[in-house]
């Protein structure tokens, strides 16, 4: 442990620190003195200008990043009151989409606190910027909305969502493309990439430098390297209890299939048995009938004076099977 702790904190040292860390995120657009960067990259993924903003929850000196609680996204809201609400995931959990969900509910029903008039809550926009894809789409920018499955009209403009899938965006640096691409192009690249968007805009320029000054803390490394062990960490306890639920999964599986195949062969067997009976019985109702109807010729025959001999030669039986049907019977 102490050996790997040491590996990692020699990266972090040698390395511009990775701004996909949501600790490092927050850091480059949570801050007043970076407004800017924050701005330029709001107007780049929503569909109208954005002039003003302020802080809900700025970033704090003292914040925990290995705290469950400590909040990592970047809550602001417009000069108009609208709230946006922006983060950067690295890995997926399967309830994640319930999880974004859940977060535009709490932000859009905090501005409830104050006994607000319903008629009054503004627009809340959560954007989520992932390291993973996971909607069934090719498109790495997605918008959500309410709308009405059939006619596609909104029920209300208060929900806002905008998803954006990094692995989706292909797009290389000396090709036509849009700031949001370049954004995420400085997000996900490596630091060539980010020195060549430096040296193209002013903007990635303070970008790069702001990076840089976050990545020359000894305080501000150790605490994104905090942060991303703990998310490391999270995420195999996570690895770690799907293993053991499947685990037991495919024990109680494996039980429970042994039990039902022994029930589905006992109903099996019974089914097969009572067919098997019945086919016998036609089979032997069917032989019985035939040896009756044989045994009342034979003697109808005998009482006309033909002989056993002649009737075995007649019906093609053995001559003892006439004599055994001539016989008297003994009750």
């Known amino acids: 442990m102490v050996v790997f702790v040491r590996e990692e904190q020699e990266k972090y040292e040698k390395e511009m620190l990775d701004p996909r860390n949501d600790f490092v995120f927050k850091m480059l657009f949570g801050q007043d003195r970076n407004m800017n960067l924050l701005l330029d990259l709001l107007n780049a993924i929503l569909p109208f200008e954005v002039e003003k903003v302020t802080f809900v929850n ?14 990592m996204d970047i809550r602001i809201e417009k000069s108009d009151g609208e709230q946006v609400n922006l983060e950067i995931q690295m890995q997926y959990h399967t309830a994640f989409p319930e999880r974004m969900l859940m977060y535009w509910t709490r932000m859009h029903a905090s501005q409830d606190d104050a006994g607000k008039e319903l008629v009054k809550l503004k627009k809340s926009i959560q954007i989520v910027i992932t390291n993973f894809s996971y909607l069934p789409t090719e498109e790495f920018h997605s918008t959500f909305h309410i709308i009405e499955k059939e006619q596609f009209f909104a029920y209300t403009d208060q929900l806002e969502m905008h998803v954006l899938e990094m692995p989706k965006m292909n797009k290389k640096l000396n090709e036509d493309i849009s700031q949001l691409e370049k954004w995420l192009l400085f997000l996900k690249g490596n630091k060539k990439i980010k020195e060549e968007l430096a040296m193209q805009e002013p903007t990635f320029q303070n970008a790069y430098d702001e990076l840089d000054r976050i ?23 996570r690895y770690d209890a799907e293993q ?18 022994i029930e589905q062969g006992i109903e099996q067997g019974i089914e097969q048995g009572i067919e098997q009976g019945i086919e016998q019985g036609i089979e032997q109702g069917i032989e019985q009938g035939i040896v009756k109807q044989q045994k009342a010729l034979v003697k109808r025959l005998f009482t006309k004076g033909t002989s056993a001999e002649e009737i075995a030669e007649l019906l093609e039986v053995p001559l003892e099977t006439v004599e055994a049907y001539l016989a008297p019977e003994t009750h």
């Open 58 to 71: 700025p970033y704090l000196e003292k914040e925990s990043v290995t705290d469950k609680s400590s909040v």
């Open 215 to 237: 990545s020359q803390s000894k305080e501000m490394r150790a605490r994104a390297l905090s942060r991303d062990m703990w998310l490391k960490d999270q995420a195999q306890y």
């Open 244 to 261: 053991r639920g499947l685990a037991i999964g495919i024990e109680q599986g494996i039980e429970q299939g042994i039990e039902q195949g």
